[in-house]
């Protein structure tokens, strides 16, 4: 997947549809950049990423997930993101243990008002896993024979 | 195997500006499934959905995926055009290449990239897509509120006023609430009974509404549009269809030293008993706890006496079972219990009374005739402390039972108890402690001032520390003036605590029974804090008055029109469409295990004990979920809570996630 | 104990309180127990044992058998009520057709254990209370018994049985200060590639064979998501170095404020994973994070992960507080 030697991180985004969604329409709709790298997914809630989404992610050659949703206490849906923030935090404690870089993995709540936020964010994600290169711990190596 | 179709939209230079949609389209016809591509400069437009619903029949497909703008701007638009052309509506998936693409980059070459990507993920994912069709479900046309005070009494007769159906549940012998122990109300100081009695007796005449008088809910099965409640009628021992409300039972009841629940225990009632003169139903109502014919059979005299024989003392609770539309909680509030708060000696003397107390001594109905006089030696006090926030704005760990909120009415009730006081009585001193004094509301602030400038009422910034009985029967109020900064010392005749106010005891156990949220302080939660306050997020579900949060006569009586309008939007709806993109069990897969259920929020979660075939011609029975399509919104947390898998959610499947997981990291 | 427990479960099938017992039956070997039901009189006469290798868990095989008609008496050691309740809670067991007998544990001895220490050809082991005395084809063998101790039963955290209906001998207490959290607390103090470096190294010896699946209390479903086609996870062998971090992280984080940390995966496991490791860190994280909890103190309520507060900690306290 090295074109030119230059590292092309591949991110996936995932992004509950009513505001961290939002959110990302918004920093469309005023040309705020972030790398194309990033490619977002959209789920009714954070409540709805399964850590095996996040898993598979990483399987397939992922080099970072980032989950967005709602501010605590906006979720849509009165409290999937209260869930979301106890699994992901368990879920990123047990990656880390396991050696995993923490750096590949992130959950931050992004608004519907706020697509600054959601580029500002994405830039800094996207920089720090190119810092940290190719995921080599989570890979599937199958998935990566082409 | 799908036969899909993707167009890709130009969005006139927005996406084609800066993404080559020819050589995305080109891409995208090459990916499997994919039997048509082509690209337009506005699919959204008359003309570009011709293509597609031309390209749907022509080419027979059964998946459209659109690349273009936000699905929030057109999924809807497009699934309509799908379904105009024969397809399901649920087939079309859309890749966001125009805000999540074009406008972000200015890199023809890695824009280009990124919405073939984009595109491949949503191919991917309608390879998974199933046919959704959205289901229907009928509407009962007739709601419930549940508590008779002044939010259930107006949110009834909007309802009833709608043309609608409407059951009032109160556990006390007649509706009317706080508002009846009230004297005057703030800001425009008229008598609460005027206001609020005209609007009992409309209740009771209004014919679409039934009154359920000392009654409770007892269960609530079902969901919006479709509730099946439960009501228990306590045993009145009195016939309500006889009983003329004369009241001459009342007064030959020779069980006459009964706490006056209506007075705050400051006089007696008899046994059999009617709370108050325009009690509404007005029917006299047995006290068990206290009738000797009941507890040992010795009396009888009511039965006796009544002329129309309405007097029962077998009867029994009865339970009866309503369907229902809509439910309103309008559970009310009550004061905290103040047995706790030593330092202001309220359970040590009688002349130290919370404020709704202080309602009564000054009410034409009360135990003083409206005189206000001290209740230890019915002498007319002289100097007379408030205290405010007594309970209100506590720490989150309050040992006393103090609430972190404002009680938000205080402030003003006791302006206006300040004001009334000097009014009628104006060689009485009247001192209000308080930490700030908060006035918004309409001619709130101006009230608040004429109680302070007008009428010489002493506000003294600080809090009372020690409230000391004495000797002479006198009060010894310490307390502290943050601005003088000084301690100060009043010898007070009567002593008012303004009490926090807190939820209804009932409204937790009903919240349960609702399946409805509540926040730590009890009071029940609204869909959205903003843009849906008198909804809960229990579809249905909706809200009215005080259960909510602590609210004034005016801010309830809105809330509670507004809970009727919502309400009668439901009403108004002869069948409700429900999202297809919900959850649903897998039964084969399911273990009972009851996860799902517990962080399902609409209460939408259900368990049944199924029989399941298993080998050798046996048979198990298992206890599986169910979702209730009608209920539910989707928001998958089920779908991770469950362990097997067994839990998925319609549209957004684990396997379709996966395949967009899977086609971005290609 | 084993005659008061084979008294017990005779006067109980006597009486007709049950019909079956579940209990333990010596197997090829002296210190290979495996679990049995017992019917009858004669056949508890025959197989019954309870002695230091009864490891195994009973409460897994009530989800089954508290299905069939009758009552069955099940003997729970104090760690095994836990299970138990768990279950309960979950609404696997029939708990009307159970009738617990609590009875007490000291700790039980691994043979595995005994064979690391070089202790091989074993044909019978006796225990003299504190030292087994161990017949091998080369000689007779003594060890104490606090050395070949299960893992978690050196670090046992409760010898209180959380729910019985009846008692052999005295209950125990709740171990407060149960050292079971100090190897990963260790493996907290490791680097992250030396952490790495340790679970590559255990987690690539599975050899996927699901034992740890199936002993496991709280890896009770029908049906695995691991074998659920429409999971978009299913898969059998392990091809490569991911499918066990997938299959065995997943797996931890299911059983994540359920696990009662009852150790029977790494008992079981035939590669000696210490699997318990993995679900530690999710118990030691959510006492951290969440408070301090107990799988299967209570037959109710929401376990950590089903239920949240306001006021909790944001996954980037991973970043402030996690692994070195």
């Known amino acids: 997947m090295q074109i030119n030697n230059e590292f092309k991180p591949k991110i996936v985004a995932f992004c509950c549809n009513w505001c961290s969604y939002a959110g990302a329409d918004l920093a469309g709709t005023n040309r705020l950049n972030y790398p194309a790298d990033v490619k977002i997914i959209r789920v009714p809630c954070s409540c709805r990423v399964n850590p095996m989404f996040i898993l598979r992610a990483f399987q397939r050659g992922a080099d970072g997930v980032i989950i967005c949703g709602c501010h605590p206490g906006d979720c849509h849906y009165t409290s999937g993101n209260y869930y979301a923030r106890r699994r992901i935090t368990l879920l990123f404690s047990m990656l880390d243990y396991l050696g995993i870089e923490r750096e590949r993995t992130r959950l931050e709540w992004v608004s519907a008002a706020e697509g600054a936020k959601f580029s500002a964010t994405m830039n800094e994600f996207a920089e720090t896993i190119i810092k940290l290169g190719e995921n080599k711990r989570l890979e599937d190596l199958r998935c990566k024979a082409e | 195997m799908q036969r899909i179709g993707v167009f890709v939209c130009h969005c006139g230079t927005n996406i084609a500006g800066t993404v080559d949609v020819k050589a995305v389209a080109e891409a995208l016809k090459n990916e499997q499934g994919v039997v048509f591509s082509t690209e337009y400069q506005y699919m959204c437009s008359e003309a570009g959905q011709s293509i597609i619903k031309n390209a749907i029949k022509e080419h027979k497909l059964t998946g459209v995926v659109v690349c273009s703008c936000s699905p929030r701007m057109h999924e809807a638009t497009f699934r309509k055009t799908a379904s105009s052309a024969g397809l399901n509506p649920y087939m079309v998936e859309i890749a966001n290449i125009r805000e999540q693409c074009s406008w972000i980059h200015k890199d023809m070459e890695k824009a280009t990239e990124k919405a073939i990507i984009l595109g491949r993920a949503a191919i991917a994912k309608v390879h998974l897509n199933a046919p959704l069709t959205a289901g229907e479900s009928p509407v009962v046309k007739r709601a419930l509120v549940i508590g008779g005070g002044i939010a259930g009494i107006q949110t009834a007769l909007d309802i009833a006023d709608a043309g609608f159906e409407v059951d009032i549940v109160e556990k006390k012998p007649t509706i009317g609430g706080k508002m009846t122990q009230l004297d005057k109300t703030f800001p425009t100081l008229d008598c609460a009974a005027c206001i609020l009695t005209p609007k009992m007796v409309d209740c009771a005449q209004n014919e679409k509404i039934k009154i359920y008088s000392y009654s409770e809910v007892e269960s609530v099965s079902g969901f919006v549009g479709n509730f099946s409640v439960k009501i228990r009628k306590k045993a009145r021992y009195v016939d309500e269809t006889k009983c003329t409300g004369c009241g001459l039972c009342t007064e030959k009841c020779p069980m006459k030293k009964v706490p006056n629940e209506f007075n705050l225990g400051m006089n007696n009632r008899s046994a059999i008993y009617i709370p108050f003169a325009q009690a509404v139903p007005k029917i006299a109502t047995i006290d068990p706890d206290h009738c000797n014919m009941l507890k040992n059979g010795k009396c009888g005299v009511c039965a006796k006496i009544c002329t129309a024989g309405a007097i029962n003392y077998k009867q029994e609770d009865e339970i009866v079972e309503e369907k229902y539309g809509a439910i309103i909680a309008a559970t009310g509030y009550n004061p905290i219990n103040l047995d706790k708060y030593d330092e202001f000696a309220y359970s040590q003397s009688k002349d130290v009374i919370t404020s709704l107390e202080f309602e009564r001594l000054t009410n034409a109905a009360g135990p003083t005739s409206g005189k206000l006089l001290r209740p230890s030696d019915g002498v007319h006090p002289h100097t007379i402390v408030f205290v405010q926030c007594v309970g209100s704005r506590c720490g989150a760990e309050d040992s006393k039972g103090g609430k972190s909120y404002c009680s938000k009415i205080c402030c003003m009730y006791t302006a206006k108890h300040a004001m009334l006081t000097r009014e009628k009585y104006p060689d009485t001193d009247v001192y209000v402690f308080y930490i700030d004094v908060r006035t918004p509301g309409k001619n709130f602030d101006e009230f608040y001032r004429r109680a302070a400038e007008e009428y010489g009422v002493h506000y003294i910034k600080g809090m009372v520390g020690k409230v000391m009985p004495q000797a002479d029967g006198k009060l010894l109020v310490q307390g502290s003036d943050l601005i003088a900064g000084e301690q100060l010392k009043i010898n007070a005749d009567l002593v008012v605590l303004a009490a926090a106010i807190e939820p209804d005891k009932s409204a937790r156990p009903l919240a349960t029974m609702l399946t409805a949220s509540m926040d730590t302080n009890d009071f029940f939660t609204e869909a959205h804090p903003k843009l849906r306050p008198v909804e809960s997020p229990t579809a249905g579900i909706f809200l009215s008055g005080a259960c909510q949060g602590p609210k004034d006569i005016p801010e309830t009586v809105s809330q509670a029109s507004a809970a009727a309008a919502k309400a009668i939007g439901l009403l108004c709806k002869d069948k409700l469409t429900c999202n297809p993109c919900v959850a649903h069990s897998d039964e084969m897969m399911c273990n009972g295990c009851s996860q799902c259920e517990k962080v399902c929020p609409y209460g939408a979660i259900s368990y049944e004990d199924k029989e399941f075939r298993m080998p050798n011609r046996t048979t198990a029975i298992r206890r599986v979920a169910k979702v209730n399509p009608a209920v539910c919104q989707g928001c998958g947390a089920c779908t991770v809570t469950c362990p097997s898998g067994a839990m998925d959610l319609n549209g957004f499947s684990n396997r379709q996630i996966m395949a967009e997981v899977d086609a971005i990291c290609r | ?324």
């Open chain 3, 1 to 324: 104990m084993q005659g008061r427990m084979i008294e017990m479960a005779k006067k109980l099938l006597g009486d007709g309180t049950v019909n079956r017992v579940i209990g333990w039956k010596k197997g090829e070997f002296a210190y290979d127990i495996t679990p049995a039901v017992f019917e009858n009189a004669e056949e508890i006469d025959a197989d019954f044992v309870y002695d230091d290798f009864c490891g195994h868990n009973l409460s897994k095989y009530l989800i089954k058998e508290s299905k069939k008609d009758g009552k069955m008496l099940v003997f729970l050691k104090p760690c095994d009520t836990y299970s138990f309740n768990q279950l309960i809670k979950e609404h696997r067991i029939n708990r009307e057709n159970v009738y617990i007998v609590g009875i007490p544990c000291e700790g039980k001895a691994s043979a595995e254990t005994i064979k690391e220490k070089g202790i091989s050809g074993i044909t019978g082991i006796s225990s003299d209370g504190d030292n087994f005395k161990v017949n091998t084809i080369y000689g007779d063998e003594t060890v104490a018994k606090s050395d070949v101790l299960e893992e978690r039963c050196t670090v046992c955290k409760s010898k209180k049985h959380v729910v019985y209906d009846e008692l052999i001998g005295e209950d125990g207490e709740v171990n407060e200060n149960s050292s079971r959290f100090d190897m990963v607390a260790k493996l907290e103090n490791m680097t992250a590639d030396e952490r790495y470096a340790f679970w590559r190294n255990e987690l690539s010896k599975c050899i996927r064979c699901n034992a740890c699946r199936n002993v496991c209390p709280a890896c009770s479903c029908e049906n695995c998501v691991f074998d659920n086609p429409n999971s978009g996870v299913s898969n059998k062998a392990a091809v490569t170095s991911f499918e066990e971090n997938m299959f065995h992280i997943i797996r931890a984080f299911h059983v994540a404020g359920r696990c009662t940390d009852c150790g029977e995966c790494s008992r079981v496991c035939p590669q000696n994973i210490p699997l318990h490791l993995l679900n530690r860190k999710f118990i030691k994280d959510i006492n951290e994070l969440y408070g301090d909890y107990q799988a299967g103190e209570e037959s109710e309520g929401r376990t950590p992960l089903t239920t949240y507060t306001k006021e909790d900690c944001e996954p980037s306290i991973v970043n402030e507080r996690g692994c070195k």
